[in-house]
């Protein structure tokens, strides 16, 4: 198994402390090996050990969903004086730029929530794990993250790599659905599948196209007021 690379750490002004950087890499990559051991050795493990890994994981993906799952045309910050008291001085408009370095994050977010489940895909491959992960809390955040919808229409997480990725770690998952949870799970689980087959079949290609039309004429907006502010 090849652990995902990290990025590496951004060159700072001499006498800058890089210890809040050094830190958050080494906790990620000591949460890599922790959760590849431990579901290397599930079997031999106290269920309150895999339990405390898996609500860890479990957390880090919920927190990597809210950052992915960004509506960027209510996001985006509003024109205002402030903004036009900020204009720099090569005439570049700061909502532009705000807008478009949330583009930026959002694509950035959604990328290392994919490479998240990339990691998540061989942690699922011991079946003492795949059976505490087909519990409800599990499968709702990986069905949020391959189906829910804005109110727009168009999907949250706007990666299809990272939603197929959700959709095969769910596929790992589920078939310890069949001793460990409730049939009203299951039901919910085939329910929420089959509307996103039919979203995916005839509502998100419409709303989709509506979203980019909008997207470009933000864009669009944006250019106009650097004209006019020229």
């Given at each position: ?6 990025p590496r750490?951004p ?5 800058v402390?890089q ?9 990620t990559?000591?949460l ?10 599930a ?6 050990v ?20 960004v ?8 024109k ?5 008291d ?27 929530l ?13 079946k ?5 992960m087909s ?8 069905l949020?993250?391959?189906?829910q919808k804005?109110?727009?229409g ?8 990272t939603?197929?990725?959700a959709?095969?770690?769910l596929?790992a998952?589920l078939p310890a ?10 039901t919910?689980v ?16 419409i ?13 669009q ?5 650097v004209?006019?502010?020229?």
């Amino acid at each position: 198994y090849k652990v995902t690379p990290l990025p590496r750490l951004p060159l700072t002004k001499p006498g800058v402390s890089q210890l809040s950087t050094a830190l958050k890499v080494a906790s990620t990559r000591l949460l890599q090996i922790l959760a590849i051991s431990t579901g290397t050795y599930a079997d031999k493990l106290g269920p309150k050990v895999v339990q405390s890994l898996l609500d860890l994981l479990c957390s880090q993906l919920k927190n990597l969903l809210s950052q992915a799952g960004v509506s960027l045309l209510t996001a985006s910050p509003g024109k205002n004086q402030e903004n036009q008291d900020r204009k720099s001085e090569d005439g570049a408009d700061p909502e532009k730029t705000d807008f478009r370095a949330l583009v930026r994050k959002q694509h950035t977010a959604e990328l290392h929530l994919g490479d998240f489940l990339v990691f998540l895909r061989r942690v699922v491959s011991s079946k003492a794990i795949q059976s505490k992960m087909s519990s409800p809390k599990w499968t709702e955040v990986l069905l949020n993250i391959a189906a829910q919808k804005c109110c727009s229409g168009v999907p949250l997480v706007g990666n299809l790599r990272t939603r197929l990725l959700a959709l095969h770690v769910l596929e790992a998952v589920l078939p310890a659905c069949e001793a460990s949870v409730e049939n009203d799970q299951i039901t919910q689980v085939v329910e929420r599948l089959f509307s996103l087959l039919a979203d995916c079949m005839w509502e998100a290609p419409i709303a989709q196209a509506k979203h980019t039309i909008q997207m470009k004429e933000k864009e669009q907006e944006l250019k106009r007021q650097v004209q006019d502010n020229s």
